[in-house]
């Protein structure tokens, strides 16, 4: 979809990935050292996939993860600091709860540090506290060869 010079893509083929990267280092403090190769899995295994562009620029960033009935989950939400506060992220959000991937899930989710307020207008709220819990899976992927890090969830896809 066209707007101005200001459009939003679903296709995961839009995403450039040099520029994804260029802005996740500029404005998400959670993923600063994510490389080129790790982003290419990350999205190949992402759907929907969702990027907002001034012209060839791109400004606004979200994925998800969904079983298209159940759950989804929303992942990298992400507006260029210039384009901040004109409604482009609520825009993100409302293309991504649009998607058919994720317009009939039961249960979307999402986990922020800092922006509860801004996901509180577009509607999510707080689950009970306890349900959330987490595994940091640094001890299985050391122990990982390089090969395999490399090659993991690329041979179904036929990523080259
Ligand atoms: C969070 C973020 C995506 C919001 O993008 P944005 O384009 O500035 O948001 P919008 O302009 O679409 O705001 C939509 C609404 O949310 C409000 N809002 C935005 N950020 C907010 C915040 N931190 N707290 C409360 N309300 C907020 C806006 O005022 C607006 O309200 P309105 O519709 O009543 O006018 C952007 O600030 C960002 O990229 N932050 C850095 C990365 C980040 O922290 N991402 C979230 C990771 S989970």
């Known amino acids: 979809m066209k707007c101005g010079q200001i459009w939003v893509s679903d296709r995961q083929s839009d995403v ?19 490389s080129i190769e790790d982003w290419e899995i990350a999205i190949a295994n992402s759907d929907p996939v969702i990027t907002i562009w001034d012209d060839d620029r791109l400004i606004g960033f979200t994925r ?12 990298d939400v992400v507006i ?11 825009k993100l ?3 991504l709860l649009d998607h058919p991937r994720i317009r009939r899930v039961e249960r979307v ?23 959330a819990m987490l595994l940091y899976n640094q001890r299985r992927i050391n122990a990982l060869s390089k090969s395999d890090r490399a090659n993991v969830c690329k041979n179904s896809l036929k990523i080259e």
């Open 16 to 34: 450039d990935i040099q520029q994804l990267q260029g802005l996740f280092k500029l404005a998400a403090f959670w993923a600063q050292n994510r």
């Open 64 to 75: 998800a993860n969904s079983d298209c009935v159940f759950r989804a989950t929303i992942w």
């Open 80 to 90: 260029h600091p210039d384009y901040r506060g004109q409604g482009l992220g609520r």
């Open 93 to 95: 959000i409302e293309t």
């Open 109 to 131: 989710y999402l986990m922020t540090t800092y922006q509860q307020g801004f996901y509180l207008k577009l509607g999510f709220e707080f689950p009970n506290p306890s349900t």
